[in-house]
């Protein structure tokens, strides 16, 4: 009933930027948070970066002044703009979405993207 579909990711050397979009799409009602997460080989996934409809965001340690998150409401689309990559950045990027969702009666749920690739070398 909901889709998010992420784009922007690819490989880059150290030092450069690049940004994640990720549009939801389906029976929409509202969407509270929407984030990104990562997860790396052999590593559990994490949260990089969130931000609620109401435009609070909160970062990761290793990403503050780097990454910045920002949404566009109307689009139910949301943003990573990545500077200076570093090679640990490497990951697959998720995009996650709190859905508000109509069908019979108000439901709500979490949803993910099916991830994008990033790579950073050094």
């Known amino acids: 009933q909901v889709q998010l579909v992420e784009s922007g990711g690819g490989l880059v050397q150290a030092g450069g930027s690049l940004r994640l979009s990720c549009a939801a799409s389906?029976?929409?009602?509202?969407?509270?948070?929407m984030g990104w997460y990562r997860q790396a080989p052999g590593k559990q996934r994490e949260l990089v970066a969130a931000?609620?409809?109401?435009?609070?965001?909160n970062y990761a340690d290793s990403v503050k002044g780097r990454f910045t998150i920002s949404r566009d409401n109307a689009k139910n689309t949301v943003y990573l703009q990545m500077n200076s990559l570093k090679p640990e950045d490497t990951a697959v990027y998720y995009c996650?979405?709190?859905?508000?969702?109509?069908?019979?009666?108000?439901?709500?749920?979490?949803?993910w993207g099916r991830g994008t690739q990033v790579t950073v070398s050094s």
């Open positions: 996650n979405a709190d859905v508000l969702y109509y069908t019979d009666s108000y439901h709500r749920n979490d949803y």
């Open positions: 389906g029976r929409i009602f509202s969407i509270n948070a």
């Open positions: 931000a609620t409809s109401g435009g609070s965001t």
